[in-house]
Each structure stands twice: as structure tokens, then as C-alpha cells.
């Protein structure tokens, strides 16, 4: 997304938050001019909620797979998942959450749904948080996987449609795939295609009224504050930086 790209809204926030050209944005900050446009209703947290995170290596974040205890800091990563776990648990410490990660590195939509049953149905979650669709298109270019963005669609709504039958009043959350040019990823090279991922994300969101968030906003944003690569080392993976970048956008879903 280019500077003439963003909406007007947004753009003026950046430039009021600037100080001699120079951006000074913190983090929240960043976030908060990202997410400007978006109107869709947060997620309420209930006592007792279960929260599972489930999709790709950006969840994963080499989480300890063989923990399959809630709240347990090597079961939950070292990413966006386990930073926004630590701020809702002390945030919400009245509530008696109980929260999961399940992503795993590599995944596509469809393996995702070979182990639904066992990684989220079992779990019966409340709030279920997924992002995924990175592999779904790179995997394509760089290990022959022959799946389109129609297979995409399609697998992402049939795996929302099986868990809504299971569980109707499960409250969603839907990450934007995303990816950061400049860096070794070659992210560049993925659109305009890669581009059609995004856009098919945010239509599930608002088809299963999840709520939606725009990762690849998030990090337009944040290069205005520094380079791709102190947000993500190859265009995709977050850094330190891009995992609290990631985190406060996820709990930005979240009312309260």
C-alpha cells in the first residue's frame, strides 16, 4: 500500500502524530492508524471464556507442542499469541480465561482442517482467532502445491461452516494474511495474486461476522515508523517488534 493508498483519515492522523517530518509513533499508536476505518464490533469477554489461536508458523512461533496446557507460556510460543495471552490474562484476571495456541508452522487451510476435530473442536472454544493463507499462496510458488485462490475460499468457509454447526455462538476473530516488501521474502514478487488472499479473508470476516484484522495495514503503517526489516526478518515472520506490533492489533479486537 503506497502513501496515495491510505485513507485520508488515516494519513492525517500520521501527520498530526509527526513531529519535523520525522515519524514518532509508538506502537499502539501505529495500530490505532491502521485500524482507524474499521467499524466492525469488538469481541466481549465472558467468565470462563476459552480463547484458542490457531494457523500458520506466525501463530506457531515455535510454541512446545507437546504442552497442551492452557496459559502455559512454552505451550502458547513466542509470538504475537503469547503476548497478547500475557496482556489479556492480566488484564482480565477476574475472568479465569483459558487460553490456547494451536497454529502450526507450515499449515495451509486444509491442514488445518485435518486436525480440527482434535485441535479445536475438543477444546470447545468461545473465541477462536485464525490466520492463515501465507502458505496457501507461497506454498505454490516454492513447494508445488497446486491449490488456487479458490480453494482458499472455499476451505476457509467449509472449515468456518463445520465449526459455527459444532459451536453457532463461537465469536471470530480473522487475521489479514500479509507480507512486507523490501526483504529477503521477495513479498513484491507475491502480488498483484498474492493481493486476492486478502481481499478473500476480509469477505469470510464479514460474511461469518468475525471480526477482521488488517495485518497488511498494520504493517504499511509501521514502515513509516522504521524498515520492513525491524518488523519481520523475511517478509512474512515477525521480529520482536513485529510480534507486539501484531499482538496489540489482535487486541484491538477485544472490547474492554
Same mark, same amino acid.
Given at each position: ?11 492525517? @492522523? ?5 513531529? #519535523?517530518? *520525522? ?58 499469541? @503469547? ?14 480465561? %483459558? ?40 506454498? *505454490?510458488?516454492?513447494?508445488?502445491? $497446486? ?20 459451536? =453457532? ?14 526483504? %529477503? ?13 486478502? *481481499? ?20 504499511? *503503517?509501521?514502515?513509516?515508523?522504521? =524498515?520492513?526489516?525491524?518488523? $519481520? ?13 501484531? #499482538? ?9
Amino acid at each position: 500500500m503506497t502513501e496515495q493508498n491510505i485513507p485520508s483519515d488515516r494519513r492525517s @492522523f500520521i501527520k498530526k502524530i509527526s513531529l #519535523a517530518g *520525522v515519524m514518532t509513533l509508538s506502537i499502539p499508536e501505529i495500530v490505532s492508524a491502521a485500524l482507524l476505518p474499521e467499524k466492525a464490533a469488538k469481541v466481549s469477554l465472558q467468565p470462563n471464556d476459552i480463547i484458542l489461536f490457531q494457523g500458520d508458523s506466525i501463530t506457531d512461533s515455535k510454541r512446545k507442542r507437546d504442552d497442551m496446557l492452557f496459559n502455559s507460556a512454552p505451550a502458547m510460543g513466542s509470538g504475537y499469541a @503469547f503476548l497478547a495471552a500475557s496482556e489479556l490474562l492480566s488484564k482480565h484476571s477476574s475472568k479465569n480465561l %483459558k487460553i490456547y495456541n494451536r497454529g502450526v508452522g507450515g499449515d495451509k487451510v486444509y491442514q488445518l482442517a485435518d486436525r480440527w476435530e482434535e485441535d479445536c473442536m475438543k477444546l470447545q472454544p468461545d473465541v477462536l482467532s485464525i490466520h492463515v493463507g501465507v502458505n496457501d499462496h507461497w506454498h *505454490v510458488k516454492s513447494k508445488g502445491y $497446486t491449490g488456487t485462490i479458490k480453494t482458499y475460499r472455499d476451505d476457509l468457509r467449509a472449515l468456518l461452516d463445520r465449526t459455527k454447526q459444532k459451536n =453457532p455462538n463461537v465469536r471470530l476473530i480473522i487475521g489479514e494474511p500479509f507480507g512486507v516488501a523490501g526483504i %529477503k521474502g521477495n513479498y513484491e514478487i507475491w502480488d498483484p495474486a498474492f493481493k486476492e488472499f486478502r *481481499v478473500a479473508a476480509k469477505e469470510i470476516a464479514d460474511q461469518y461476522n468475525a471480526f477482521f484484522i488488517p495485518y497488511q495495514q498494520v504493517y504499511d *503503517v509501521a514502515q513509516k515508523q522504521a =524498515p520492513g526489516v525491524y518488523w $519481520t526478518w523475511d517478509g512474512v515472520h515477525p521480529t520482536m517488534a513485529g510480534a507486539q506490533l501484531m #499482538a496489540q492489533a489482535w487486541l484491538s479486537s477485544i472490547k474492554g
